[in-house]
């Protein structure tokens, strides 16, 4: 119990010494400063003032990145010549049809199937979905009533099945008219509705699958789908640079083709996949501006689900950038108390964009974002420099002063006075030496 005692005291005299060393004085000198700069940094990000230039990196970034292949999912599209051809080219798609297709893409045992068509028309109450069918996930329109988000019924206002669901297919624009984010969920009138993407990766990820497969791990495929709702309401960005897929959608004659081979039921393209069913077709309007060109509304949900899936869309950590954001600082504070000037300047040029790059792939993760840590190293930087130059002149006061009295201790020393002014009136230049 004594040796204890006596390690805690050592310990806590330890302490008190470090902190009272130099160098914790001078950080305490810099903390006022690094914590104001990093406050008003993250005040300037939170209410959006850096958007413009990190879209910009981020742009950039993402158009010189190659897509990825998806491991999660399939697209299968309607293109112009299926609309022509089985739809004859009309809208709203006709029921029957679209029944056989579904049930071709259920033919192959998919784990979940995501419907992004429009499908609010009374027709669709002819359709008809069997108990057999997968999961289905329907994408549904929303409108506004007053200030308020109101989603539209699907399948005509019918019911759907309880394993089913339906969500919100649209994505949010960024003020420039760019699709950059997508949202788990929107507010409406009675709370909130689940977006289609997030309702594709919830259903996926909450079916009996696992029971089905004993082999399977859940956590490698829904990495994303449990405890995640606390961020529905957050405009996620769509990491088209770390993230981006190359879908190569099937078309519906490719599918009706292969749907009658005895393979496509065991060991087919849509096995134990998610599947999401839309239109590429010209027809339905559903093309979009984002970062790496245009892309089709079904391919933007594609990749958000595809992202999820493959372990969620990485969530923007804000404390995460605010500490990383003072260690920065801290880090320039110690390089300039610990080396000479010149070499600290020349070492604070070349670690600024380092750090700021590092601090954007550790709290964002992506470079695109380092424009969040410049401003707490150029900050350090320069009050670093303006207490060196204050450092400078206090010195040079000080070898001032110690040189005047120096001088006045050595004439002392030596007897030396200035000559009394002459009888005349006037001064001498010259000194004479007391007897």
């Given at each position: 119990?004594?040796?204890?005692?006596?390690?805690?005291?050592?310990?806590?005299?330890?302490?008190?010494?470090?902190?009272?060393?130099?160098?914790?004085?001078?950080?305490?000198?810099?903390?006022?400063?690094?914590?104001?700069?990093?406050?008003?940094?993250?005040?300037?990000?939170?209410?959006?003032?850096?958007?413009?230039?990190?879209?910009?990196?981020?742009?950039?970034?993402?158009?010189?990145?190659?897509?990825?292949?998806?491991?999660?999912?399939?697209?299968?599209?309607?293109?112009?010549?299926?609309?022509?051809?089985?739809?004859?080219?009309?809208?709203?798609?006709?029921?029957?049809?679209?029944?056989?297709?579904?049930?071709?893409?259920?033919?192959?045992?998919?784990?979940?199937?995501?419907?992004?068509?429009?499908?609010?028309?009374?027709?669709?109450?002819?359709?008809?979905?069997?108990?057999?069918?997968?999961?289905?996930?329907?994408?549904?329109?929303?409108?506004?009533?007053?200030?308020?988000?109101?989603?539209?019924?699907?399948?005509?206002?019918?019911?759907?099945?309880?394993?089913?669901?339906?969500?919100?297919?649209?994505?949010?624009?960024?003020?420039?008219?760019?699709?950059?984010?997508?949202?788990?969920?929107?507010?409406?009138?009675?709370?909130?509705?689940?977006?289609?993407?997030w309702e594709v990766v919830?259903?996926?990820?909450?079916?009996?699958?696992?029971?089905?497969?004993?082999?399977?791990?859940?956590?490698?495929?829904?990495?994303?789908?449990?405890?995640?709702?606390?961020?529905?309401?957050?405009?996620?960005?769509?990491?088209?640079?770390?993230?981006?897929?190359?879908?190569?959608?099937?078309?519906?004659?490719?599918?009706?083709?292969?749907?009658?081979?005895?393979?496509?039921?065991?060991?087919?393209?849509?096995?134990?996949?998610?599947?999401?069913?839309?239109?590429?077709?010209?027809?339905?309007?559903?093309?979009?501006?984002?970062?790496?060109?245009?892309?089709?509304?079904?391919?933007?949900?594609?990749?958000?689900?595809?992202?999820?899936?493959?372990?969620?869309?990485?969530?923007?950590?804000?404390?995460?950038?605010?500490?990383?954001?003072m260690i920065c600082g801290?880090?320039?504070?110690?390089?300039?108390?610990?080396?000479?000037?010149?070499?600290?300047?020349?070492?604070?040029?070349?670690?600024?964009?380092?750090?700021?790059?590092?601090g954007s792939a550790i709290?964002?993760?992506?470079?695109?974002?380092?424009?969040?840590?410049?401003?707490?190293?150029?900050?350090?930087?320069?009050?670093?420099?303006?207490?060196?130059?204050?450092?400078?002149?206090?010195?040079?006061?000080?070898?001032?002063?110690?040189?005047?009295?120096?001088?006045?201790?050595?004439?002392?020393?030596?007897?030396?006075?200035?000559?009394?002014?002459?009888?005349?009136?006037?001064?001498?230049?010259?000194?004479?030496?007391?007897?």
């Amino acid at each position: 119990m004594v040796k204890l005692c006596s390690f805690i005291q050592w310990m806590l005299l330890g302490i008190v010494k470090a902190f009272k060393s130099p160098l914790c004085r001078h950080l305490g000198r810099a903390m006022p400063l690094i914590l104001i700069i990093s406050a008003i940094t993250f005040s300037i990000e939170y209410v959006g003032w850096l958007d413009n230039f990190e879209n910009s990196s981020l742009d950039a970034i993402n158009l010189l990145n190659s897509p990825l292949e998806p491991s999660h999912l399939v697209l299968i599209g309607i293109t112009d010549q299926d609309y022509l051809t089985y739809f004859s080219g009309t809208s709203p798609l006709n029921p029957e049809v679209l029944c056989r297709v579904i049930d071709a893409i259920a033919s192959g045992q998919p784990r979940a199937i995501g419907i992004d068509l429009d499908t609010s028309s009374g027709i669709f109450q002819r359709l008809h979905v069997p108990e057999t069918w997968p999961p289905l996930v329907w994408g549904q329109d929303a409108a506004f009533s007053g200030d308020q988000l109101e989603p539209v019924p699907v399948l005509g206002n019918q019911a759907i099945r309880k394993m089913d669901a339906a969500g919100i297919a649209a994505l949010p624009q960024d003020s420039d008219g760019v699709i950059r984010r997508y949202l788990r969920a929107f507010p409406t009138s009675r709370d909130s509705a689940f977006s289609f993407p997030w309702e594709v990766v919830r259903v996926a990820c909450n079916t009996d699958f696992e029971k089905n497969h004993p082999d399977a791990k859940k956590d490698l495929f829904c990495r994303a789908a449990s405890g995640r709702d606390s961020e529905s309401a957050k405009a996620l960005r769509l990491n088209f640079s770390g993230e981006r897929y190359t879908f190569s959608p099937l078309s519906v004659a490719n599918v009706l083709q292969a749907a009658q081979g005895t393979g496509w039921r065991v060991n087919g393209p849509l096995h134990d996949k998610v599947v999401l069913f839309g239109g590429y077709y010209r027809a339905a309007r559903d093309f979009y501006v984002t970062p790496v060109g245009k892309m089709a509304g079904l391919q933007l949900m594609a990749q958000a689900v595809e992202s999820e899936l493959g372990g969620g869309i990485r969530l923007q950590n804000h404390l995460s950038a605010l500490i990383l954001d003072m260690i920065c600082g801290l880090i320039l504070v110690l390089i300039h108390y610990r080396l000479r000037l010149a070499l600290a300047v020349a070492i604070s040029l070349v670690a600024i964009p380092l750090l700021a790059i590092c601090g954007s792939a550790i709290a964002f993760h992506t470079f695109a974002w380092w424009i969040n840590f410049v401003p707490i190293t150029l900050g350090v930087l320069i009050h670093q420099l303006y207490n060196h130059a204050a450092e400078y002149q206090r010195l040079q006061k000080e070898l001032v002063a110690y040189r005047e009295s120096a001088a006045i201790a050595s004439g002392s020393t030596h007897g030396i006075v200035d000559s009394p002014e002459a009888p005349n009136g006037s001064v001498t230049g010259e000194r004479s030496a007391c007897c």
